[in-house]
């Protein structure tokens, strides 16, 4: 026995080198996963495990390889987290092959698992990021949700063609199903931030992000992910709400300044530089006879407004519920000339003859620049309510007829609601050189504003060439399924 132990401690002697080379690699991979020494660590688990073969050959039970061969595990497992954690960050595909290639050789996944964990740990390091668009949809809608297109664009198709790229024959596994959940959680911000139009972005801010969405929808369609004709609908919703709800601002207006007109002290007031002007200029021959009239040139004011902003978002599918929408506006607005024709009110002042222009100016100037304006929107197929119309307008008529001489048919009526074909831009008029009645010491309705040259017309002045009120969008940003400005 002691010549044994004497020969073994003898060997044990010989072999000390090899013995610490041995005890001392777990701490040597540990270090080598720490600094990303991949292919050493890999080589190194290699060669421990043909330690612990030809250890479990031999069939016996020596308590300090036991204990080692733990050690060497609990490594295996920190270098199979590292390279996961690897999958978390911004690497680029030639990172992502060699980590790839990393868990391969570490033989802990089959080919289908490590397809799933790499979908998992990429979408982690998505998530990261779209965590990030919560604090921004908070200072700014459309910034959030431009972000969020971005991310789409970049991060989500960047992590789709990294796996095509590992895996070319297998495009409808994972990612197909991690790719749906990324447009879902896209649509679910538009469907839950594009709701309120009073306090939400305005049309040129929906359009940006609307161009956004679809410059992602077609980044990600060489993937199998087109999503922007799921996007259209909630667009289309959101900028028919806005554009509504103006409409009814600009009725509810309308009421209100026929409630405070002062049919007297405009009456008095000179007709000033009201004349007629270039039909360029204004899209009407008699476009600046309204600035006579405050109500009249305050409500066209505003229909200007609203197509002012609907056409930086005019999507061709808005095309009948906005005409709709308008030609409720005009009757109401048709209801309230006549209303405040017929009001008991107007006859006590005796200006017969300003409530016979007045209703006149509405039928004759107002309505078919209204109507031009929904044509040079939507082209000539958009047409108002014309046998609603009709109606109130004859009653009109007649009311102004009995205010005035010379009595005009209704067929003038209609003649003047005739569509302007001509693509001809027109001005928006500044609302406030206009009043309802002068105020002591102030200029008389019609007369040019303070500081302006003699003879300039009343409100804004005539745009110079090219340029009016219904401002096109910066030519080449045409949107699928948006409608292209017409030519000017």
């Known amino acids: 026995d002691v010549s044994s132990q004497r020969s073994q401690l003898k060997n044990v002697t010989g072999n000390l080198n090899s013995l610490l080379v ?34 479990d050959a031999q069939g016996e039970a020596i308590p300090v390889v036991t204990l080692l061969g733990d050690q060497v595990a609990r490594q295996r497992e920190y270098l199979q987290t590292a390279l996961l954690q690897q999958l978390r960050g911004d690497v680029e595909l030639p990172a992502c092959v060699k980590v790839v290639g990393y868990l391969r050789r570490l033989q802990r996944y089959s080919e289908d698992e490590l397809r799933s964990e790499f979908v998992k740990q990429r979408g982690l390091y998505v998530s990261a990021h779209r965590a ?8 700014s809608v459309a910034a959030g949700l431009k972000a969020a297109s971005e991310i789409l664009r970049t991060r989500v198709a960047t992590v789709a063609g990294h796996y095509r790229a590992l895996w070319p024959g297998h495009a409808e596994g994972p990612i197909a199903t991690w790719l749906s959940e990324q447009v879902a959680w896209f649509l679910g911000l538009l469907r839950s931030h594009l709701v309120n139009a009073d306090t939400g972005p305005d049309c040129t801010e929906v359009a940006g992000i609307l161009r956004q969405a679809s410059h992602a929808s077609s980044t990600l369609k060489k993937h199998g992910c087109h999503f922007f004709p799921l996007c259209l ?12 709800g103006s409409f009814d601002k600009a009725l509810t207006n309308l009421y209100a300044e026929l409630e405070r007109y002062d049919w007297a002290s405009v009456a008095e007031a000179s007709d000033g530089n009201a004349s007629r ?27 200007v407004g609203v197509f002012n902003d609907l056409r930086q978002c005019c999507i061709h599918s808005l095309s009948r519920p906005v005409m709709q929408a308008l030609g409720g506006t005009v ?13 008991d009110t107007l006859y006590v002042v005796q200006r017969d ?28 197929e958009a047409k108002l ?18 205010f005035t001489p010379g009595p005009r048919s209704p067929a003038v009526a209609k003649a003047a609601l005739a569509l302007h074909r001509s693509n001809v831009p027109h001005a928006h008029m500044d609302t406030t050189s206009f009043s309802s009645a002068p105020a002591a010491g102030s200029r008389p309705a019609g007369s040019p504003p303070a500081g302006s040259p003699a003879g300039s017309p009343v409100g804004a002045a005539p745009p110079a060439a090219g340029s009016f009120g219904l401002a096109a969008p910066p030519p080449g940003t045409a949107i699928p399924g948006v409608a292209a400005p017409p030519p000017t």
């Not at 200029?281 to 009249?296: I, K, N």
């Not at 007045?358 to 304006?373: D, G, K, L, Q, T």
């Not at 119309?389 to 009311?399: A, P, R």
């Open 331 to 343: 009757v109401g607005a048709a209801c309230a000339v006549k209303n405040a024709a017929h009001s």
């Open 353 to 380: 003859q300003e409530i016979g222009g007045f209703c006149r100016s509405f039928v004759e100037i107002a309505v078919p620049m209204i109507a031009s304006y929904a044509t040079t929107m939507f082209g000539p």
């Open 132 to 139: 990030q668009i919560n604090a921004a949809l908070g200072s």
């Open 277 to 303: 002007q270039d039909v360029a200029a204004y899209g009407h021959q008699d476009a600046l006879l309204l600035t006579r009239y405050r109500p009249l040139a305050v409500f066209l004011n505003d229909i």
């Open 385 to 402: 309510p014309m046998d609603d119309l009709m109606v109130h307008m004859k009653d009109i008529y007649k009311q102004s007829a009995h």
């Open 233 to 244: 609908p909630i667009f289309t919703s959101y900028v028919k709400s806005r554009t509504s």
């Open 22 to 55: 041995i005890l001392e690699t777990p701490q040597l991979i540990e270090a080598c996963i720490r600094n990303n020494m991949f292919d050493e660590t890999l080589n190194l688990l290699a060669f421990m495990g043909q330690v612990f073969q030809a250890y």
